[in-house]
Protein backbone atom coordinates (compact mmCIF):
# COMPACT_ATOMS: atom_id res chain seq x y z
CA UNK A 1 0.00 0.00 0.00
CA UNK A 2 1.42 3.19 -1.06
CA UNK A 3 1.20 6.23 1.31
CA UNK A 4 -0.05 10.11 0.43
CA UNK A 5 2.31 11.29 -2.21
CA UNK A 6 2.57 15.44 -3.10
CA UNK A 7 4.23 17.05 -5.81
CA UNK A 8 6.57 19.36 -6.66
CA UNK A 9 8.26 18.74 -3.09
CA UNK A 10 9.87 22.77 -3.80
CA UNK A 11 8.13 25.46 -6.13
CA UNK A 12 9.07 28.92 -6.61
CA UNK A 13 7.10 31.66 -8.10
CA UNK A 14 6.22 35.47 -8.16
CA UNK A 15 3.56 37.28 -6.94
CA UNK A 16 0.43 37.26 -9.21
CA UNK A 17 1.12 34.03 -10.39
CA UNK A 18 -0.85 31.19 -10.22
CA UNK A 19 0.06 27.97 -9.35
CA UNK A 20 -1.02 24.02 -9.17
CA UNK A 21 -0.11 21.27 -6.39
CA UNK A 22 -1.00 18.00 -6.92
CA UNK A 23 -1.62 15.02 -4.11
CA UNK A 24 -2.16 11.25 -4.84
CA UNK A 25 -4.12 10.18 -1.82
CA UNK A 26 -3.72 6.42 -0.49
CA UNK A 27 -5.32 4.10 -2.21
CA UNK A 28 -9.06 3.84 -1.12
CA UNK A 29 -9.00 6.97 0.85
CA UNK A 30 -12.35 9.09 -0.62
CA UNK A 31 -11.40 12.15 1.29
CA UNK A 32 -8.63 14.25 0.73
CA UNK A 33 -8.20 17.81 3.02
CA UNK A 34 -5.56 20.44 2.49
CA UNK A 35 -3.72 22.27 4.78
CA UNK A 36 -1.46 25.22 4.88
CA UNK A 37 1.71 25.43 7.32
CA UNK A 38 3.31 28.71 7.67
CA UNK A 39 6.88 28.80 8.99
CA UNK A 40 6.70 28.22 13.26
CA UNK A 41 2.74 27.23 13.17
CA UNK A 42 0.64 24.53 12.75
CA UNK A 43 -1.28 23.55 9.76
CA UNK A 44 -4.27 25.14 8.73
CA UNK A 45 -7.07 23.53 7.41
CA UNK A 46 -7.97 25.23 4.00
CA UNK A 47 -10.51 22.69 2.53
CA UNK A 48 -11.93 18.57 2.49
CA UNK A 49 -13.31 17.12 -0.92
CA UNK A 50 -15.10 14.49 -0.57
CA UNK A 51 -16.44 11.92 -3.69
CA UNK A 52 -15.08 15.01 -5.69
CA UNK A 53 -17.08 17.37 -3.61
CA UNK A 54 -15.83 19.77 -1.52
CA UNK A 55 -17.06 18.91 1.81
CA UNK A 56 -16.08 22.11 3.90
CA UNK A 57 -13.67 24.81 4.28
CA UNK A 58 -11.35 26.88 6.40
CA UNK A 59 -11.09 30.71 6.19
CA UNK A 60 -9.56 31.03 3.10
CA UNK A 61 -10.44 33.04 0.32
CA UNK A 62 -11.65 31.96 -2.88
CA UNK A 63 -8.06 32.47 -4.78
CA UNK A 64 -7.80 28.86 -3.27
CA UNK A 65 -9.68 26.01 -5.16
CA UNK A 66 -9.26 22.50 -5.43
CA UNK A 67 -10.38 19.38 -7.68
CA UNK A 68 -10.69 15.85 -6.23
CA UNK A 69 -10.54 12.94 -9.29
CA UNK A 70 -11.88 9.59 -9.38
CA UNK A 71 -8.53 8.39 -9.20
CA UNK A 72 -7.89 9.19 -6.01
CA UNK A 73 -5.86 12.48 -7.09
CA UNK A 74 -6.14 15.71 -6.43
CA UNK A 75 -5.27 19.55 -6.86
CA UNK A 76 -4.88 22.38 -4.67
CA UNK A 77 -5.36 25.89 -6.53
CA UNK A 78 -4.15 29.49 -5.85
CA UNK A 79 -4.67 32.33 -8.19
CA UNK A 80 -3.12 35.71 -7.76
CA UNK A 81 -0.19 34.33 -5.43
CA UNK A 82 0.56 36.59 -2.75
CA UNK A 83 3.87 36.30 -0.01
CA UNK A 84 1.97 35.48 2.89
CA UNK A 85 1.11 32.60 0.72
CA UNK A 86 4.78 31.08 0.77
CA UNK A 87 4.04 27.89 3.35
CA UNK A 88 4.19 24.23 3.35
CA UNK A 89 0.87 23.00 1.85
CA UNK A 90 -0.57 19.61 3.13
CA UNK A 91 -2.49 17.45 1.45
CA UNK A 92 -4.36 14.62 3.64
CA UNK A 93 -6.62 11.77 3.12
CA UNK A 94 -8.85 9.65 4.81
CA UNK A 95 -11.17 6.76 4.42
CA UNK A 96 -13.94 8.68 5.85
CA UNK A 97 -14.97 12.19 5.86
CA UNK A 98 -15.83 12.57 9.37
CA UNK A 99 -14.46 14.12 12.47
CA UNK A 100 -12.96 9.88 13.45
CA UNK A 101 -11.37 9.88 10.10
CA UNK A 102 -7.56 9.54 10.66
CA UNK A 103 -5.86 11.91 8.35
CA UNK A 104 -2.45 10.46 6.91
CA UNK A 105 -0.63 13.41 5.37
CA UNK A 106 1.83 13.66 2.59
CA UNK A 107 5.40 15.14 2.93
CA UNK A 108 4.13 18.81 1.69
CA UNK A 109 4.97 20.77 -1.07
CA UNK A 110 7.12 23.82 0.26
CA UNK A 111 5.64 27.14 -1.82
CA UNK A 112 8.33 30.25 -1.98
CA UNK A 113 6.49 33.49 -3.34
CA UNK A 114 8.96 36.11 -4.04
CA UNK B 1 -15.06 26.28 17.58
CA UNK B 2 -12.26 24.20 18.49
CA UNK B 3 -8.71 25.38 19.75
CA UNK B 4 -5.61 23.60 21.29
CA UNK B 5 -3.00 25.07 23.09
CA UNK B 6 0.30 23.32 23.51
CA UNK B 7 1.74 25.25 26.35
CA UNK B 8 5.23 24.69 25.91
CA UNK B 9 7.01 25.75 22.00
CA UNK B 10 10.79 24.09 23.18
CA UNK B 11 11.13 21.53 25.40
CA UNK B 12 14.61 20.20 25.69
CA UNK B 13 15.71 17.21 27.37
CA UNK B 14 18.55 15.04 27.99
CA UNK B 15 19.06 11.22 26.37
CA UNK B 16 16.81 8.90 28.87
CA UNK B 17 15.32 11.53 30.54
CA UNK B 18 11.17 11.45 30.86
CA UNK B 19 9.31 13.68 28.93
CA UNK B 20 5.69 15.56 28.67
CA UNK B 21 4.67 17.43 26.19
CA UNK B 22 1.17 19.51 27.03
CA UNK B 23 -1.76 19.84 25.00
CA UNK B 24 -4.87 21.84 26.45
CA UNK B 25 -7.74 21.90 23.98
CA UNK B 26 -11.60 23.87 24.00
CA UNK B 27 -14.32 22.54 22.22
CA UNK B 28 -18.38 22.73 23.21
CA UNK B 29 -18.62 18.88 21.99
CA UNK B 30 -17.09 15.37 21.90
CA UNK B 31 -13.65 15.47 20.79
CA UNK B 32 -11.64 13.57 18.91
CA UNK B 33 -7.90 14.19 19.84
CA UNK B 34 -4.62 13.11 17.86
CA UNK B 35 -0.65 13.47 18.46
CA UNK B 36 1.19 14.01 14.94
CA UNK B 37 5.22 14.19 14.81
CA UNK B 38 6.88 16.15 12.30
CA UNK B 39 10.26 15.64 11.34
CA UNK B 40 12.79 18.04 9.56
CA UNK B 41 11.57 19.03 6.36
CA UNK B 42 9.14 16.34 5.98
CA UNK B 43 5.77 15.72 6.58
CA UNK B 44 3.07 14.75 9.68
CA UNK B 45 3.05 11.27 10.50
CA UNK B 46 0.35 9.83 13.40
CA UNK B 47 1.91 9.39 16.36
CA UNK B 48 -0.98 8.20 18.35
CA UNK B 49 -4.99 9.31 18.79
CA UNK B 50 -8.24 8.87 21.13
CA UNK B 51 -11.51 7.96 19.27
CA UNK B 52 -13.08 6.05 22.33
CA UNK B 53 -12.71 3.93 24.72
CA UNK B 54 -9.46 3.68 27.10
CA UNK B 55 -8.27 7.05 27.93
CA UNK B 56 -4.86 6.07 28.17
CA UNK B 57 -3.29 5.66 24.12
CA UNK B 58 -0.26 4.39 23.29
CA UNK B 59 2.48 4.20 20.26
CA UNK B 60 4.48 1.61 18.96
CA UNK B 61 7.62 3.80 19.90
CA UNK B 62 6.95 4.12 23.48
CA UNK B 63 4.93 7.32 23.64
CA UNK B 64 1.34 7.43 25.70
CA UNK B 65 -0.72 10.24 26.13
CA UNK B 66 -3.97 9.89 28.61
CA UNK B 67 -7.66 11.98 27.68
CA UNK B 68 -8.58 13.90 30.28
CA UNK B 69 -11.98 15.35 30.09
CA UNK B 70 -12.34 16.67 33.18
CA UNK B 71 -9.06 19.04 32.48
CA UNK B 72 -9.68 19.04 29.16
CA UNK B 73 -6.15 17.89 28.27
CA UNK B 74 -4.34 15.49 26.34
CA UNK B 75 -1.06 15.34 27.29
CA UNK B 76 2.08 13.37 25.98
CA UNK B 77 4.27 11.67 27.58
CA UNK B 78 7.47 8.78 27.14
CA UNK B 79 9.51 7.73 29.86
CA UNK B 80 12.85 7.61 28.52
CA UNK B 81 13.48 9.45 25.14
CA UNK B 82 16.51 8.65 22.77
CA UNK B 83 18.27 11.09 20.48
CA UNK B 84 16.07 10.17 17.29
CA UNK B 85 12.97 11.81 19.01
CA UNK B 86 14.10 15.25 18.19
CA UNK B 87 11.08 16.77 16.11
CA UNK B 88 8.37 18.89 16.54
CA UNK B 89 5.10 17.47 17.75
CA UNK B 90 1.57 18.78 17.09
CA UNK B 91 -1.52 17.95 19.13
CA UNK B 92 -4.95 18.14 17.20
CA UNK B 93 -8.76 18.21 17.62
CA UNK B 94 -11.70 17.06 15.51
CA UNK B 95 -15.41 16.42 16.63
CA UNK B 96 -18.96 17.37 16.21
CA UNK B 97 -19.57 18.10 12.75
CA UNK B 98 -16.11 19.35 12.70
CA UNK B 99 -14.58 16.95 10.39
CA UNK B 100 -11.01 19.29 10.07
CA UNK B 101 -8.18 19.02 12.64
CA UNK B 102 -7.34 22.14 14.26
CA UNK B 103 -3.76 22.34 15.67
CA UNK B 104 -2.12 23.63 17.98
CA UNK B 105 1.38 25.69 17.63
CA UNK B 106 3.55 22.85 18.20
CA UNK B 107 6.52 21.92 20.77
CA UNK B 108 9.79 21.41 19.43
CA UNK B 109 11.44 18.21 21.42
CA UNK B 110 14.98 18.31 21.71
CA UNK B 111 16.72 15.30 23.10
CA UNK B 112 20.80 15.90 23.97
CA UNK B 113 23.29 13.67 24.62
Do not use: M
Request: charged share 15%; net charge neutral; glycine share 8%.
Amino acid sequence: ETGVTQSPTHLIKTRGQQVTLRCSSQSGHNTVSWYQQALGQGPQFIFQYYREEENGRGNFPPRFSGLQFPNYSSELNVNALELDDSALYLCASSLEAGPRGTQYFGPGTRLLVL
Amino acid sequence: AQSVTQLDSQVPVFEEAPVELRCNYSSSVSVYLFWYVQYPNQGLQLLLKYLSGSTLVKSINGFEAEFNKSQTSFHLRKPSVHISDTAEYFCAVSGGSNYKLTFGKGTLLTVNP
